[in-house]
């Protein structure tokens, strides 16, 4: 009986012991929430304002062990799973979305809480560069507003969202000038389907007039005005662009490079060129232009007080021709950026006098074209993977050198 009596006791101290060597090994979980501006932004007024886009995550660290306030503080700045170290077991994001927000001066305002959600199941890795490829774009800020390309789950084409700055609303454009409607918020989207590819629908934004245009993958272009009406379109049509100042649309197809006055409701021809990429100066007096064909072929000419043909083609150096981006600064000068190993710069070039200087970026910093609008944003980035402290420079073209900017994300 005895002998019993001790054996139900080993057995009720090893059952002990052994949830308690059990609870010993039991993970430490943390939650932390993971907010950034993404180190990208749209200039929305000549560098006093611009708008940015903000990822926002929660996550939960399992952790072998409760880290240090040291360990702690460095885990939320950082959660590059490569870059942490052997005490976090794994990283679960519990949710993901993004902010639209607008700083002028040392003011912040979010503009749009919430407008993106994304699955957290696949939104890893994809959230860093979202910032970037929503707002990167040819002309897709304008008096109307701001044009970003939103997927939807399970839609081969784009949900273009009209951002009213103003008013702070969104709405829907579709590509095919069906009324704009109100875009309900925020739009739910798997990670890899909701980035902008090259080969979609595309859509660009008047700098002056409420109209902007929208291009199918198939070539086909649509003009629409505010409230949606179809003012013009055409098939076979490889890039478009607005002129700054008049009611012109710019279009390239195998006829050449063509216009339409919406205002006159005429189609004319510029030129004879077929490019399939056009971007025109602040003024709209000079016309840059890469050519259909494997290889960049880019061309600069000099255009009419018209608008409506070319005077005459200014040259260009092979320096130049092997640039890797090309962008207008005001209205007579030409950027040609470069992105080489270890060093990034820009080549201007005056259209007027031919003169021509370099500007390096800062050191350690690669240059990146935004948008090639009214406004261009040339910004440049660390090209340090994984830095904390997310520094980069946008190129002041008033005051011809890159401005470093600091975001506060609180």
Not at 157 to 181: C, H, M, T
Not at 214 to 237: P, Q
Not at 238 to 250: L, M, S, W
């Amino acid at each position: 009986m005895i002998l019993g009596g001790k054996k139900v006791v080993l057995f009720i101290l090893s059952l002990f012991f052994l949830v308690f060597g059990f609870s010993c090994f039991k993970e430490y979980v943390e939650k932390r929430d993971y907010r950034k501006a993404g180190g990208w932004f749209l200039i929305y007024d000549n560098g006093k304002s611009f708008i940015t886009i903000q990822v926002n995550k929660s996550q939960n660290l399992f952790f072998k062990k409760k880290p240090l306030c040291s360990e702690s503080h460095s885990y939320q700045k950082n959660t590059n799973k490569n870059e942490i170290d052997e005490n976090v077991l794994k990283i679960e994001t519990v949710s993901a979305f993004l902010d639209i927000v607008f700083y002028e001066g040392d003011k912040k305002k979010v503009v749009s809480e919430k407008f993106l959600d994304f699955n957290p199941k696949f939104c890893e890795g994809i959230l860093d560069d979202a910032p970037m490829e929503l707002l990167k774009g040819e002309q897709n800020l304008g008096k109307q507003g701001l044009l970003l390309p939103l997927y939807r789950v399970g839609c081969r084409n784009p949900d273009w969202a009209l951002l009213d700055i103003a008013e702070k609303k969104f709405y829907s454009l579709e590509a095919d000038g069906v009324q704009r409607k109100p875009l309900k918020l925020p739009v739910y989207a798997e990670g890899g389907g909701t980035i902008y590819e090259g080969e979609r629908n595309f859509a660009i934004a008047s700098p002056v007039c409420d109209v902007c245009a929208t291009l199918s993958k198939k070539g086909k272009m649509f003009l629409l005005n505010e409230d949606g009406k179809k003012l013009f379109e055409r098939n076979n049509i490889y890039t478009f662009c607005f002129h700054p100042e008049k009611k012109i649309i710019y279009f390239g197809c195998e006829e050449g490079l063509m216009g339409y006055n919406w205002e006159e409701e005429r189609v004319f021809k510029v030129g004879s060129l077929v490019p399939r990429l056009i971007r025109i100066s602040k003024k709209g007096n000079y016309l840059f232009s890469l050519k259909v064909g494997g290889e960049n072929l880019p061309a600069v000419f000099k255009i009419a007080g018209s608008g409506e043909k070319i005077e005459k083609a200014i040259l260009l150096d092979d320096d130049v021709k092997n640039a890797d981006d090309w962008i207008f600064a005001g209205d007579s000068a030409l950027l040609a950026i470069f992105n080489r190993e270890g060093c990034s710069f820009m080549a201007e070039l005056d259209l007027k006098g031919g003169e021509k200087r370099l500007i390096e970026s800062p050191k350690g910093f690669e240059i990146y074209l935004i948008n090639s609008g009214n406004c261009p944003t040339i910004i440049s980035k660390s090209r340090k993977k994984g830095d904390s402290k997310q520094e980069f420079y946008y190129y002041d073209i008033d005051l011809k050198k890159f401005k470093i900017v600091t975001l506060t994300y609180s």
